[in-house]
């Protein structure tokens, strides 16, 4: 399934390679158009720099899970309590502690809340250098390459290996990873 971001990306690829490519003729189109294609999240998914941004997401994906469960916890055992002496409490003290209860329910739904957007503030955080370290070789190997054109490979359909050029291996090799691409 795609998601609209992905059909956006290919939806500007593809008016971008019109663009280029209307006021020529079609048999000098695409023997002016010097076209390659990546994995480039094989190559982020392969890299030390992702790991180590894994693991440290993993350490504080647990570190709030645990915090929002103890929470949960302290709330259950209220609610226990609660539960257990509500035959006996007066209605003003058994309206005030369903409001407590309330009130901490809701603070646990906030700070699950704050976790979860924290959680994908570090993301991006994490991710975006890694990104941008990817994007500064793929643009160092398009010039290189005179390319004109670099597609990600994930919503590549077809590619005639005679005319368009796979450079993922390429583009680890210049990032210092040593892996070979599936092909």
Same mark, same amino acid.
């Given at each position: 399934?795609?998601?609209?971001?992905?059909?956006?990306?290919?939806?500007?690829?593809?008016?971008?390679?019109?663009?280029?490519?209307?006021?020529?003729?079609?048999?000098? @189109?695409?023997?002016?158009?010097?076209?390659?294609?990546?994995?480039? +999240?094989?190559?982020?998914?392969?890299?030390?720099?992702?790991?180590?941004?894994?693991?440290?997401?993993?350490?504080?994906?647990?570190?709030?899970? @645990?915090?929002?469960?103890?929470?949960?916890?302290?709330?259950?055992?209220?609610?226990?309590?609660? @539960?257990?002496?509500?035959?006996?409490?007066?209605?003003?003290?058994?309206?005030?502690?369903?409001?407590?209860?309330?009130?901490?329910? @809701?603070?646990?739904?906030?700070?699950?809340?704050?976790?979860?957007?924290?959680?994908?503030?570090?993301?991006? +955080?994490?991710?975006?250098?890694?990104?941008?370290?990817?994007?500064?070789?793929?643009?160092?190997?398009?010039?290189?390459?005179?390319? +004109?054109?670099?597609?990600?490979?994930?919503?590549?359909?077809?590619?005639?290996?005679?005319?368009?050029?796979?450079?993922?291996?390429?583009?680890?090799?210049?990032?210092?990873?040593?892996?070979?691409?599936?092909?």
């Amino acid at each position: 399934m795609y998601s609209l971001k992905k059909i956006g990306g290919m939806a500007a690829v593809i008016f971008l390679v019109f663009t280029f490519l209307k006021d020529t003729p079609i048999e000098a @189109q695409f023997s002016k158009l010097a076209v390659a294609y990546t994995d480039s +999240d094989l190559v982020v998914t392969s890299m030390p720099e992702y790991r180590v941004a894994q693991q440290t997401l993993q350490g504080a994906y647990q570190k709030s899970q @645990q915090a929002v469960q103890n929470m949960t916890v302290g709330y259950q055992q209220k609610v226990d309590t609660y @539960q257990q002496q509500q035959a006996m409490l007066t209605p003003d003290r058994r309206t005030a502690q369903e409001a407590e209860l309330m009130q901490l329910q @809701q603070e646990i739904q906030t700070m699950a809340a704050q976790q979860e957007q924290q959680l994908k503030d570090q993301e991006l +955080d994490l991710m975006i250098p890694i990104q941008e370290k990817v994007q500064v070789a793929i643009n160092e190997i398009a010039v290189a390459r005179g390319l +004109d054109l670099i597609i990600r490979s994930p919503g590549l359909l077809y590619a005639n290996d005679k005319t368009v050029t796979d450079i993922t291996e390429e583009l680890a090799i210049k990032l210092g990873i040593s892996f070979t691409a599936p092909k």
